[in-house]
């Protein structure tokens, strides 16, 4: 019997080992199985941070095109308007030179200098700097709302 129960016992004692075995498998595949989902989560949130990237370097692409774009319609539009002044500067200059040979030709009559009439002041303008003819419409006008007040008021 002693050989049975020493024959049992090896039996028992190599079961136990086993199990243990078993057991320390388990646990390694169920580590396993642990770290192999950690990974997937950190692939899948760096291929959704790569995607994220790749959505803002499109939109910033796309909002530095716009820029670009505005700036140059910005520049188109400038470059317009300074043509246009340019315009107008000649006509201001063409119309100046007409009403200053006409004065002094004769052709155009001013009214008496004891008459408050725009004409003089026309006169005057084209007379002086373009500087000077700006600043001296703004006190004209200024001077005629302040007449124009006082007549009210009367």
Same mark, same amino acid.
Request: net charge negative; hydrophobic share 40%.
């Given at each position: 019997?002693?050989?049975?129960?020493?024959?049992?016992?090896?039996?028992?004692?190599?079961?136990?080992?086993?199990?243990?075995?078993? @057991?320390?498998?388990?646990?390694?595949?169920?580590?396993?199985?642990?770290?192999?989902?950690?990974?997937?989560?950190?692939?899948?949130?760096?291929?959704?941070?790569?995607? @994220?990237?790749?959505?803002?370097?499109?939109?910033?692409?796309?909002?530095?095109?716009?820029?670009?774009?505005?700036?140059?319609?910005?520049?188109?539009?400038?470059?317009?308007?300074?043509?246009?002044?340019?315009?107008?500067?000649?006509?201001?200059?063409?119309?100046?030179?007409?009403?200053?040979?006409?004065?002094?030709?004769?052709?155009?009559?001013?009214?008496?200098?004891?008459?408050?009439?725009?004409?003089?002041?026309?006169?005057?303008?084209?007379?002086?700097?373009?500087?000077?003819?700006?600043?001296?419409?703004?006190?004209?006008?200024?001077?005629?709302?302040?007449?124009?007040?006082?007549?009210?008021?009367?």
């Amino acid at each position: 019997m002693a050989n049975t129960h020493a024959e049992y016992l090896r039996q028992l004692a190599a079961l136990q080992s086993q199990a243990d075995d078993w @057991h320390n498998i388990i646990s390694a595949a169920e580590e396993v199985e642990r770290l192999e989902r950690a990974r997937a989560a950190e692939m899948s949130a760096r291929r959704s941070s790569q995607s @994220h990237a790749q959505k803002v370097t499109a939109a910033s692409a796309d909002y530095q095109s716009k820029a670009e774009s505005a700036l140059a319609s910005a520049d188109s539009l400038i470059e317009t308007l300074r043509l246009e002044r340019d315009a107008m500067a000649a006509l201001a200059e063409e119309r100046q030179r007409f009403i200053i040979n006409g004065v002094e030709h004769g052709m155009i009559t001013l009214p008496d200098s004891d008459i408050d009439d725009a004409a003089h002041d026309t006169y005057q303008r084209c007379e002086m700097t373009t500087g000077h003819a700006a600043a001296a419409l703004a006190t004209q006008r200024a001077k005629r709302q302040s007449h124009l007040e006082e007549a009210s008021e009367a």
